[in-house]
């Protein structure tokens, strides 16, 4: 069973910082993608920034150069460094990860895992 473990969240002021960290294990052979989305009050989940095989990343633009996204896959931990943070990136925040999971037997399965959320917020 594949677990993530999210930390890092909490209150900051506007123009602020915070890191987030996602670790996940379990019985991972491989790690094909790992992001972040996240959800407001009264709105609909959303992507935050992704990062795939061969380091490729992309942001939602609300965030682009102020929001980076890096893995360890030593690890398998994804962060989010936020930077410059405003009151509209108040949200629950949600780590994702597409991973292949290996069996005693060999058999292999690709599947989506979701993280228990951490809660950001951004006073003005």
């Known amino acids: 069973q594949v677990q993530l473990v999210e930390s890092g969240g909490g209150l900051v002021q506007a123009g602020g910082s915070l890191r987030l960290s996602c670790a996940a294990s379990?019985?991972?052979?491989?790690?094909?993608?790992m992001g972040w989305y996240r959800q407001a009050p009264g709105k609909q989940r959303e992507l935050v920034a992704r990062?795939?095989?061969?380091?490729?990343?992309n942001y939602a633009d609300s965030v682009k150069g102020r929001f980076t996204i890096s893995r360890d896959n030593a690890k398998i931990t994804v962060y989010l460094q936020m930077d410059n943070l405003k009151p509209e990136d108040t949200a629950v925040y949600y780590c994702?990860?597409?991973?292949?999971?290996?069996?005693?037997?060999?058999?292999?399965?690709?599947?989506?895992?979701w993280g228990q959320g951490t809660q950001v917020t951004v006073s003005s």
């Open positions: 990062i795939i095989s061969g380091g490729i990343t």
């Open positions: 994702n990860a597409l991973l292949t999971t290996a069996t005693p037997g060999g058999a292999r399965y690709e599947n989506t895992y």
């Open positions: 379990g019985r991972i052979f491989s790690l094909n993608a």
